[in-house]
Nanobody, 119 residues
Framework: QVRLVESGGGLVQAGGSLTLSCVAS????????IAWFRRAPGKQRELVAD???????NYGDSVKGRSTISRDNTKNTVYLQLNRLKPEDTAVYYC?????????????WGQGTQVTVSS
């Protein structure tokens, strides 16, 4: 079992920066991949960025070049830094973990953290 807790959301002006944190607890050694998704009002959920157990990263087109995903294994924490924020970045940001063990795989989600970018 894995629990994910996000933090770091808030209100920021356009052009500013924000760093979101996702702390994982439980059987974290079985996590193969952690990702950040977001859902804006009236829109579908979209991938923001992810990082796998090998440290490889991937970014969604909407944030490519403006964001950095990183992790601190000593703290079981994944960070998402968002720069040059735009009003269209306003969304609830969710942390996701892909967990794999002998019984199969499970998707875990955090509760989400709201990011609001004012123009």
């Amino acid at each position: 079992q894995v629990r994910l807790v996000e933090s770091g959301g808030g209100l920021v002006q356009a052009g500013g920066s924000l760093t979101l944190s996702c702390v994982a607890s439980g059987s974290t050694s079985h996590i193969e991949r952690i990702a950040w998704f977001r859902r804006a009002p009236g829109k579908q959920r979209e991938l923001v960025a992810d990082i796998n157990s090998g440290g490889n990263t991937n970014y969604g087109d909407s944030v490519k070049g403006r964001s950095t995903i990183s992790r601190d294994n000593t703290k079981n924490t994944v960070y998402l830094q968002l720069n040059r924020l735009k009003p269209e970045d306003t969304a609830v940001y969710y942390c996701y973990a892909f967990y794999v063990d002998y019984d199969g795989d499970i998707d875990y989600w955090g509760q989400g953290t709201q990011v609001t970018v004012s123009s």
